[in-house]
């Protein structure tokens, strides 16, 4: 895989954030939207899968899972800490993700945790319309957003939940959530981290 702007600052991260997003539960992560998760069994795509966290977490709520993470280093450590065998591991990014479209699938589920701000605002008109078009009707999107300070080496662009509920709704995507709120960690809240989480359904 080819490095780029959005992933690089993981890479050299990476040994660190198999430690530190691994301290934090799938439960305690995702409890704002847990009750919105449609019912297993079913097929979730998780875009940005880093550590395997979540991927884990779905695996073991009886979810069959392809995690999609496109820096290398993260996905080896997340493919040793997690080896459960309704995970299946793909190396491809956003927007395009050519590698998911090309396995011809669809999906109950896709989520999409601290990605959508490493793209720009037409990789992210695009990158969406590729998603709505992996959702089985009556699938539901779970996103979250991040603002304010860009950590040294990474890629990230201002991003609103309005822009993204207006993109939504031209590809029959009705939100069904939105909330913004502080980081979790106290550190990133100190810092003036805020997170936007949304959650659409595909009409």
């Not at 779970?142 to 991003?159: A, L, T």
Request: proline fraction near 6%; charge should be negative; hydrophobic fraction near 40%.
């Amino acid at each position: 895989m080819t490095l780029g702007p959005s992933n690089i600052g993981y890479t050299k991260e990476a040994p660190d954030l198999l430690k530190r997003y691994e301290s934090f539960s799938g439960d305690q992560v995702h409890a704002h939207w847990r009750a919105l998760f449609p019912a297993p069994p079913g097929r979730v795509l998780d875009i940005g899968a880093g550590t395997g966290r979540d991927a884990a977490w779905f695996a073991s709520l009886g979810y069959d899972v392809l995690a999609v993470e496109p820096t290398d280093a993260l996905r080896d450590g997340a493919q040793a800490l997690h080896p459960e065998p309704e995970i299946t591991w793909l190396d491809d990014r956003l927007p395009d993700l050519p590698h998911v479209v090309a396995g011809n699938q669809t999906y109950d589920m896709v989520m999409m945790n601290a990605v959508w701000m490493h793209l720009t605002a037409d990789e992210r008109a695009h990158g969406l319309s590729v998603i709505a078009a992996l959702m089985n009707p009556g699938s539901r999107l779970f996103m979250s957003q991040r603002h304010g300070p860009i950590p040294e080496g990474r890629r990230m662009f201002d991003v609103t939940g309005e822009e993204t509920i207006t993109r939504g709704a031209e590809l029959n995507l009705s939100v069904l959530f939105h909330q913004r709120s502080g980081s979790i960690l106290g550190e990133n809240r100190k810092r003036g981290v805020e997170w936007t989480c949304l959650v659409f359904e595909k009409t």
